[in-house]
């Protein structure tokens, strides 16, 4: 495992906040009245962000990163509401309840080291 990997106590609290972000983005989503047809056809669209792996494990995860931090939909969440825009609201709760599975499901934040090696250890790992 990775030294800078978060240690079990942690790490379980890290999926746990993961998992309740995942519900809070699907309350939301939920609320918003948008479709749950765009939601499955949506949920994966992160994960595209692994192309970047075809140039190196660092690009490799700093796109991937890049994708699978909440900073991102949380400002077009921001925008979205700032403009009383609803879609681009859901938009950023499909990209938040992505985030937020990935991370209950032990996928977190890459290293450059490799694929599997991640701030909540390495994938497959105990929780």
Not at 23 to 36: I, M, V
Not at 71 to 78: D, F, I, K, S, T
Request: glycine letters at 14%; aromatic letters at 10%.
């Amino acid at each position: 495992m990775i030294s800078a990997a978060a240690g079990d106590g942690v790490r379980a609290i890290l999926r746990l906040e993961g998992l309740a972000v995942f519900a809070a983005a699907l309350a939301l989503y939920a609320h918003l009245g948008a479709s749950w047809l765009a939601f499955a056809a949506l949920f994966l669209a992160p994960d595209l962000s692994m192309a970047a792996y075809l140039l190196g494990p660092r690009l490799g995860a700093a796109g991937y990163n890049l994708v699978h931090t909440y900073v991102l939909p949380l400002a077009l969440g921001g925008v979205g509401a700032t403009l009383d825009a609803p879609g681009i609201v859901a938009l950023a709760a499909i990209w938040a309840a992505h985030i937020g599975i990935d991370r209950a499901l032990g996928y977190g934040l890459k290293y450059a080291t490799g694929f599997g090696d991640t701030h909540l250890g390495r994938i497959g790992g105990a929780v």
